[in-house]
């Protein structure tokens, strides 16, 4: 855990690792800050956020929060770059989001 995210790096069930709660999270909770470097490329870690002028910019991530999976029901979600809970999460689940319209097929 960095910066007081609740979050670890583990091996994950979904694809290679994944993000986990060391602790309870509250629905509603924000979790953290998506950080990272400015990208104007699409990478493994990039996170694409709408800015206020309705352009997108890349987040090359260098937290734990990297490390998220997607899912079609997930229980975290993205305001810009900061992370809240969707429901209440127990230790060592994994959290997951849905990355998009283009993984609408994958569960």
């Known amino acids: 855990m960095q910066d007081g995210i609740p979050v670890e790096e ?4 979904i694809h290679g690792n994944g993000a986990f709660a060391t602790r309870p999270i509250s629905a509603g909770e ?3 800050e998506y950080t990272g470097s400015p990208s104007d490329e699409d990478g493994t870690h990039v996170l694409w956020v709408e800015g206020v002028d309705g352009a997108y910019r890349g987040i090359d ?3 734990e929060l990297r490390w998220l999976n997607h899912s ?9 770059p900061e992370l809240f809970a ?7 689940t994994e959290l997951c989001f849905h ?9």
């Open 10 to 13: 583990r091996p994950s069930p």
């Open 30 to 32: 924000r979790i953290g």
């Open 61 to 63: 991530g260098d937290n």
């Open 72 to 80: 079609s029901s997930p229980n975290v979600e993205f305001d810009g």
């Open 86 to 92: 969707l429901v209440d999460i127990e230790p060592d």
């Open 99 to 107: 990355y998009g319209e283009e993984w609408e097929h994958v569960d």
